[in-house]
């Protein structure tokens, strides 16, 4: 059982979360503003926070700054929003956060996310998880992973001074390359290059999640066969390792 903090203005969605997370055996404790999520941070030392981006008083972006910028920021945060744009999302990861969820929110994807955040505070030093808000000293930065209108991404360090957004890293050497959801993303280049970067590394997961099948691919991420071939080979992605598996 886990101690997760759900911040979000609308009751309908924190009463719902809240249900959902009950049902797993966490427990949950509920912030309708900004102000209340600070309280409950500095009392109740939550393993893993669901964050709204969008709020009346303080958004929540601001608030993970807040937390950044004081040594607060020693769990995961995942961040929800309805009307986040690519560049609030890829803002909120370089910031420190685990993750973007966009709403409305599967079951399956919470659940994931959920579950990913919490491995990742367990495997977190004990000293660290468990340091005074104000030792910021003790604090290690949260790794992050990028994940845009909900699509995981890879796991990031602490963002490099020089920038942000979504392009590969230096390539492997042959034979080495990571799948898609292991890949790490740098960020100082332009935004087309960056969505260029992301949907390129999307679109080799779900092939490789589906075992190279056209049909299930196109399915799962929306589009029609034609306008997916063809999104595959303006990306360049490599279809050749999944011919022999069929349509």
Partial sequence: MANILVVDDELGIRD??????????????????AARARA????YRPDLVLLDIWMPDTDGVTLLKEWSANGLLT???IMM??????????????IGAMAFLEKPITLQKLLQAVDKGLARAMAMPPDTARSSPRDTAAVTPMPSLQAVDGAMLSPVG??????????MAEPLPPGHDLPPAQRVFMLDVPLREARDAFEKA???????????????VAEKTGLERTHLYRKLKQLGVDLSRSKRHGP
């Fill in 16 to 33: 719902l979360l809240s249900e959902i997370l009950n049902d797993e055996g966490h427990a949950v404790e509920l912030a309708e503003n």
């Fill in 202 to 216: 999307y679109f080799e997961f779900h092939l490789a999640q589906e075992n190279g099948s056209m049909t299930r």
């Fill in 158 to 167: 602490a963002a490099s001074a020089s920038g942000a957004a979504l392009a």
């Fill in 40 to 43: 409950l941070r500095a009392s």
């Fill in 75 to 77: 769990m995961p945060v």
């Fill in 81 to 94: 929003s309805g009307h986040a744009t690519i560049d609030t999302a890829v803002e909120a990861t370089r």
